[in-house]
Each structure stands twice: as structure tokens, then as C-alpha cells.
């Protein structure tokens, strides 16, 4: 991003999407996914002088749309007209920075998505190699973000039970995906007392980093710079918005894409299948099992469903049973788990249509849930915009 405003160029206003105009061939994949899939609609085929291009209306800046920054479309755009803002050199720069205390963050779906860069089996779990190059980058830490999510999973499971005894509305919405919480904010304003006041798990890693360790290993908070390695394009922009940052400071300096990672991998001359495998360090490396399975659609409010059954009835539930909802095609998911003598009504979507719809079939009455959970991207973030291209070759 080279800082124009003007989108008949190029633009990264948003600081998280980046659109260059003059590599589009017209192919429409972007709008198709926009349009059809995620239900936002910011694409259209609009003329240039004597051209037609695929823009927004008007030639608007991304920043000034209701775009989320779901990055699909960075995923299906053969030409990289669309793609993500990149932070390389920024986090090359703090690496190399005397003054700076660089430490990383690792979000659960990358694990496994980052050995495909590499051209590893598909499903081979890279967590010990992943840690090894972050290493070998230069950062100081290298630290889970599940950590994090033990965090969000503690915080959203209080906040359920007290809503369940009548302080606060129902349903509860997890609050994980910050495309998700742009779409809300956009697409339905009557309902935004309904998401969990949780932030998401790698802003908390990154308040938790400034403060806790900071004090801990007596390091000015202003010297530490946290890095989120994500799948999501999303969370980029995320990391800008104001209300989020504790003390003047952002929680988090910078988050690059599996993508960026590799590329930066590579730009170090690092062999990574020969890496050895490394441990996270101490004490924001430790999580759970729960943590885990935040990757994965369904995960966050298994996760913080298991913490509030046990608290409630002091009993061990292991898994949710979801069961897919006619229709929809699993987009849309449903549990019902009996604790105590309640029977809570779970709903799970993935993909911006299918939480359009549930939304709205809540907003209007036609269903009742005690606790949703949505994510922006179709199968959760282990398809989010920020993974490994897979140029359609689904062969696994
Ligand atoms: Fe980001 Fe995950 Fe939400 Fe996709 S589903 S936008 S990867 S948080």
C-alpha cells in the first residue's frame, strides 16, 4: 500500500484489503462471492472513464463501505487484484529495531494450513516448526493465542450464566470475528446489545502482553510490539479500531496473514520442512484442548459452552452434539443441551449469508436461541481470507 486515497488507482484505505484496479481481468469472482455468498454486496461493475471495472459504488474507498474485510474475495481473485495489506516490511523493521521487544502470537488455524505453503501433506500439524521460525525471524517470544482463547472462553461462559439469570438480553453472540461484528454493526444496529462484550482472543493476548507480562519481565509496555499471525484479513483492521486500544496503546502493533508469514520465511532463506520442532514459551504458551477447536466453526461456543455447563452443574460435558439444519446445508447449525433444568438452544453459522439469515429470522421472532455463535468465513477461520491459496486444487 503506497497510501493513495483515490480508488480509481489503487486503495488500502482500510488498512486491511488491498484493491489494484488495473490487474482486474473481469473474471467477477469477488462480486459472486460478495454478493451471493456473504450477502454484502460492495462489488458492482462500474465504469472508468472508457472501461468498466469491479468496484464499489461510486468508486468508494473500502474504508467508507460496509465491507468487512472477510478477505473471500482476496481468496477467489485469480490475479491478485485483490489481496491483503501487507505489513512485512513494517514487522522486518521492528525485528531489526534495538529499542523494540518483538513478540509473536499464533491464532489455532494456522498450524496446520502453514505446512501446505511449504508444500507439506495436507493435515500435517506444523505447530513445533511454526514456533522454530518465528524463532529464527527474530522474535524475542513466541506465544499461543489459545492461551487467549482459554481467556475468551472463561469471559463469554460468565457472561452467558449471568445473562441466563436475567442481566443482559438473550441471545448471547460470541464475539470472536471481527468481520462478523462489522457486518452487525452494519447490517442490523437493533440487535447490537446481543454480542458478548468479549474481545476477541488475540486483542486480549495482546492487553494481557502490554500489561501482565510486561510487568512480569519489566519491560516498558511502550517498547513491546506484538505480532498476530492469522488466518484473517479481517483482523487487521480490527486492531486500528479506537475504542480497543487500553491506555493509548494498541494492543496489538501488527497481525500478518499465514501468507505474509511464509513470505517471510522465505524471504529468510529458511528451509522450513527441515526445522526441528519447538515449544511456545512461558507463561502465554499453556491452553487447553478448548482452545483449540476455535479454529473450526462451532468451536467457540462448544468451547464456552463446556466452562458453563461444569460451572453450573459441576459436572464434565465433553463434546456438543450439533445437528444441521435442512436447508442450509450445514451453513446453518443447531444443538440443544440440557443443564440442570434448562434446555439451552444452540445456533452455529458460518458464512456472512447464513448469519444474515439467522439474524434475521431472530430479529423478526421465527427462532429463539440462548446463545449464537457466527463466523464471517464459509467453514470458519481455517478458511479465512488470510490462508494459503489453494488455486482450486482441493485433491486431499
Ligand atoms: Fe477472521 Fe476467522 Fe472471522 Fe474469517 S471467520 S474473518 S478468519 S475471525
Not at 478477505?71 to 523494540?100: F, R
Request: net charge negative; hydrophobic share 35%; glycine share 8%.
Amino acid at each position: 500500500y503506497e497510501g493513495e486515497k483515490s480508488t480509481y488507482t489503487k486503495d488500502g484505505s482500510s488498512g486491511a484489503l488491498y484493491r489494484n484496479p488495473d490487474k482486474c481481468i473481469m473474471c467477477r469472482r469477488c462480486e459472486t462471492m460478495c454478493n451471493e455468498v456473504q450477502t454484502c454486496g460492495i462489488y458492482s461493475a462500474v465504469e472508468r472513464g472508457f472501461e468498466t471495472v469491479v468496484s464499489p459504488a461510486f468508486h468508494l474507498p473500502m474504508i467508507d463501505t460496509q465491507c468487512t474485510f472477510c478477505g473471500q474475495c482476496v481468496s477467489v481473485c485469480p490475479t491478485a487484484a485483490l489481496t491483503e495489506v501487507s505489513y512485512v516490511s513494517k514487522v522486518w523493521e521492528a525485528l531489526l529495531d534495538p529499542d523494540k521487544y518483538v513478540i509473536a502470537q499464533t491464532a489455532p488455524a494456522i498450524r496446520v494450513a502453514l505446512g501446505e505453503e511449504f508444500g507439506m501433506p495436507y493435515g500435517s500439524i506444523v505447530t513445533g516448526k511454526m514456533v522454530a521460525a518465528l524463532r529464527r525471524l527474530g522474535f524475542k517470544k513466541v506465544f499461543d493465542t489459545d492461551f487467549a482463547a482459554d481467556v475468551t472462553i472463561v469471559e463469554e461462559a460468565k457472561e452467558f450464566i449471568d445473562r441466563l439469570n436475567g442481566k443482559g438480553r438473550l441471545p448471547i453472540l460470541t464475539s470472536c470475528c471481527p468481520s462478523w461484528v462489522k457486518f452487525i454493526e452494519h447490517q442490523f444496529p437493533e440487535l447490537l446489545d446481543i454480542p458478548s462484550t468479549c474481545k476477541s482472543p488475540h486483542m486480549m493476548f495482546g492487553a494481557i502482553a502490554k500489561t501482565y507480562f510486561a510487568e512480569k519481565f519489566n519491560i516498558p509496555p511502550e517498547k513491546i510490539v506484538v505480532v498476530s499471525v492469522m488466518p484473517c484479513i479481517a483482523k487487521k483492521y480490527e486492531i486500528q479500531r479506537e475504542e480497543l486500544k487500553n491506555e493509548e496503546l494498541e494492543n496489538v502493533d501488527y497481525v500478518i496473514t499465514t501468507r505474509e508469514f511464509a513470505k517471510m520465511i522465505r524471504e529468510a532463506g529458511i528451509d522450513f520442512t527441515k526445522l526441528p520442532d519447538e515449544d511456545f514459551d512461558n507463561p502465554l504458551g499453556e491452553s487447553t484442548g478448548a482452545s483449540v477447536i476455535f479454529g473450526v466453526t462451532g468451536g467457540v461456543i462448544e468451547a464456552a459452552l463446556r466452562t458453563a455447563y461444569e460451572w453450573v452443574t459441576g459436572e464434565t460435558l465433553e463434546k456438543v452434539e450439533f445437528h444441521g439444519v435442512r436447508g442450509l446445508e450445514d451453513g446453518l447449525k443447531e444443538a440443544t443441551v440440557k443443564v440442570k433444568d434448562m434446555e439451552l438452544k444452540i445456533g452455529v453459522a458460518h458464512g456472512l449469508g447464513n448469519a444474515r439469515r439467522l439474524l434475521e429470522d431472530i430479529r423478526d421472532g421465527k427462532r429463539f436461541y440462548h446463545a449464537i455463535e457466527i463466523m464471517a468465513c464459509p467453514g470458519g477461520c481455517i478458511d479465512g481470507g488470510g490462508q494459503p491459496y489453494h488455486h482450486g486444487n482441493l485433491d486431499i
